[in-house]
């Protein structure tokens, strides 16, 4: 049994959408799902299956950074034989042009963190991918519903205070935005060959200094909510 999700199999769905705040599964989960079963509560970490036109799928929080998320994705996929997990979360802009409330797809992740080191040892430098086949439904999708989006490497810090990094010149080399758990999420797609992907939402900017509300993070970021509940139903 999993340690730290209490379903019972058959309870969650083979899609998953993955939100690092638990309070965004919950928002997602009562405003765009039918016939709602919440069948997570451990460490208050929700998690919630319920059908969207009619297909079945869950939302999950995944808590904040690779550690945490490694812990619930590995968890979803060994115990509930989990095929497609979707990152729905946010991401601070790392250039002047990404804008607040500007959806983004994760095509790749450069990271900071040691996970992809110690995954393969001294001298590979192995670069987490999403899943295409998910990346290129997303990209017609969000066209479908007049949705733009920007497509790009994000990188996931291991620290989200870390201002030794030098950001621009990681802009400079094409990252879009920077948030904590798309590598890991990657990796793991990989290790258990299953479909992921990462579509976010910027809010906040490193370069102007704009940023969001933390209610505006858990509810006002819909377009990126809507693009991820058509692209599961897909998968």
């Keep these: 049994m999993s340690t730290h999700i209490g379903a019972e199999p058959g309870q969650i769905a083979k899609t998953v959408l993955f939100p690092g705040d638990p309070l965004r599964a919950k928002f997602i989960a009562e405003n765009f799902l039918d016939d709602v079963v919440q069948y997570n509560t451990v460490r208050n970490m929700f998690g919630y299956t319920g059908k969207y036109k009619g297909h079945l799928i869950s939302v999950q929080g995944s808590g904040m950074g690779i550690p945490s998320l490694s812990i619930y994705a590995t968890e979803l ?31 790749g992740s450069t990271t900071d963190s040691a996970v992809t080191a110690n995954t393969f040892g001294a001298g ?64 793991i797609g990989a290790k258990y060959n299953i479909k992921t992907l990462s579509i976010l939402t910027c809010s906040d900017n490193l370069v102007t200094g704009e940023a969001a509300s933390a209610k505006e993070r858990e509810q006002s970021f819909t377009d990126m909510m809507k693009v991820s509940l058509e692209t599961g139903i897909r998968a």
Excluded: W
């Design 77 to 107: 996929i060994k115990f509930y034989g989990v095929q497609t997990i979707i990152r729905v979360g946010t991401a601070g802009g790392m250039r002047e042009d990404v804008k607040i409330g500007d959806v983004i797809l994760g095509q």
């Design 124 to 187: 590979i430098y192995y670069a987490p991918l999403s899943n295409f086949e998910l990346l290129d439904s997303a990209y017609h999708v969000a066209q479908e519903m007049n949705v733009p989006v920007r497509v790009g490497n994000i990188f996931a810090a291991d620290r989200f205070y870390n201002d030794e990094i030098d950001m621009k010149k990681l802009a400079d080399y094409g990252c879009v935005a920077t948030e904590m758990e798309s590598a890991g999420l990657f990796l």
